[in-house]
């Protein structure tokens, strides 16, 4: 069947940089999107990404290789305040294009 | 920039009472989503519209329904309000590509 996987949790420590893995298997791929996700709070988009290649955005950088069914993303120079849950989504082909998402990874950034 | 705006925050009914939440985008987007989260659990698609007076059922749409009377305006009811469906409640916008979605706060579903 089709799915998302990313790892539940991730530590990281201030001012290094941490990187949150996202598997996939769909039928067909259509691109795949990160989202950051605070407590108590609605998801904010970060990134889109439909093309082989690192995408590189500042402090959120993005992978993708669609060969390997598998993206990440970077974030560097970590703040406290990057201490969210990161959700990655995929668009499959068919099926009305529905986004499959994953359950995110919760990132804890250490002083 | 637009904003997204999910009332109410919270909603508290009854077991087997029908609930409406209610969700208003000004980003002049054409397709709207509902989602509810759930804890350990990853976003499920309980309905969508495409364009108004359209709608798309998702993975979770039975206990739901759903209107779009307006380009602006998707509102969502629980048929009848069920304990083990306290969850977060998600709207969200996108434009035709639907590449990027703009969510709203949630909606917090309470069921005493």
């Known amino acids: 069947g089709q799915g998302v996987e990313q790892p539940a949790k991730l530590m990281s420590v201030e001012g290094t940089f941490a990187r949150v893995n996202c598997t996939y298997s769909?039928?067909?791929?259509?691109?795949l999107s990160w989202y950051q996700q605070r407590e108590g709070q609605a998801p904010v988009f970060l990134s889109y990404v439909v093309l082989d290649g690192l995408k590189d955005s500042g402090h959120f950088s993005t992978f993708l290789s669609r060969s390997n069914g598998y993206s990440y993303l970077l974030l560097t120079e970590l703040q406290i305040k990057d201490s969210a849950s990161y959700l990655c989504?995929?668009?499959?082909?068919?099926?009305?294009?529905?986004?499959?998402w994953g359950l995110g990874t919760s990132l804890v950034v250490n002083p | 920039g637009g904003i997204i705006t999910q009332t109410p925050k919270f909603l508290i009914g009854q077991e087997g009472q029908k609930l409406t939440l209610k969700c208003q985008q000004n980003?002049?987007?054409?397709?709207m989503y509902w989602y509810r989260q759930d804890s350990g659990k990853g976003l499920r698609l309980i309905y969508y519209s495409i364009t108004e007076n359209d709608l798309q059922k998702g993975d979770l749409s039975e206990g739901y329904d759903a209107s779009r009377e307006k380009k602006s305006s998707f509102s969502l009811t629980v048929t009848s309000a069920q304990k083990n469906e306290m969850a977060v409640f998600l709207c969200?916008?996108?434009?035709?590509?639907?590449?990027?979605?703009?969510f709203g706060e949630g909606s917090r579903l309470i069921v005493v």
């Open positions: 980003f002049n987007h054409d397709t």
């Open positions: 769909t039928s067909g791929f259509n691109g």
């Open positions: 969200a916008s996108s434009d035709n590509s639907g590449n990027t979605l703009y």
């Open positions: 989504a995929v668009r499959a082909v068919g099926d009305n294009s529905k986004l499959i």
